[in-house]
């Protein structure tokens, strides 16, 4: 029933027909459309999200009301807002539909139920919260270190499929370009 | 024999004596004095520290040559540059001691070894991940969304006895404050 999420764990964990039985007892399945939010600030992040079709991003507005993304989820990645999802406080992130998606998701308590019934998902969560951290890592340091060419360069390179998906205005959000790389870009200068 | 980080993962999960006898056989310990580098840039990162007294200092040398902070350890926390040390490529950070500092370490192969013959370390280490993500995820949005001085009284507030401990120029790259709002900080006007 939910069997990309499946197929991405058994690449990282086997799993028994029963423990595959339970994780698909506890998780579901929503398709939304384009736009539609998953998260919007002021409300508690209920849900973890595997994106099985489509593309998501987390984001916030800062105090100019400017949105600044901080990441994207697409096929096979995990988004939530972590903090809010373990805090079960209020969130100060969106979690928006960047296509049409479909994903898979998991609320606290089930998941947390399921670490202990199939407890090979720790394996499978500790595998994939190091790969979001250093993600986080490595994004960090780029906007620090790296020219606006320099970054777009590397991403167009390194996500080229990406690249083609998401609206220039995102990706600029999220590496953090100036409004006149921005337009650099538009106008075919890069 | 490594008394801290045993007590440290038995908040998380229970070990049997044969449990505890496998990590400590697993890790080493080491002491190093105040200013001392446990990794620098160019080379693999080959262990996870974790702080058992002292402090340590995560960070990159952008290209202005400015040392930009990304991460602090004290008692109790894990720190590594974990792309590095995940893909056994040359890091680009440095670790270096803030204080006489003293660690216990795992390296790459031995940590491997020890999610096999210890699986209750993968939910110890899920949920240090799941901590050090969200830290990281946190800093990110503070430093778009508030002021120098609402970033430095609410750092001074969550930790005061860390705000003793840390020379302020560190405090203030971490926390990205811009020099004229350091000198504010010096000459006691905040």
Known sequence: ?????????????????????????????????????????????????????????????????????????????????????????????YIQAVEDTEVIYINKDALEQLYISVPKLERYFRIIFQRVYTAWQRRTKFLYDQTDEERYRFFSEAFPGFMQRVPLYMIASYLGFTPQFLSKIRAKKV
């Open 1 to 93: 029933m939910y069997n990309n999420l499946i197929q991405h764990i058994l690449k990282f964990t086997p799993l028994t027909a029963d423990e595959i039985e339970q994780i698909n007892q506890s998780v579901s399945i929503q398709k939304v459309k384009k736009k539609t939010f998953l998260l919007e600030a002021g409300k508690v992040c209920k849900s973890n999200y595997f994106v099985v079709k489509g593309c998501l991003r987390l984001y916030f507005v800062d105090r100019k009301l400017t949105e600044q993304i901080t990441q994207f989820a697409i096929e096979n990645w995990w988004i939530t807002d972590q903090d809010s999802f373990d805090s079960r406080q209020p969130s100060q992130y």
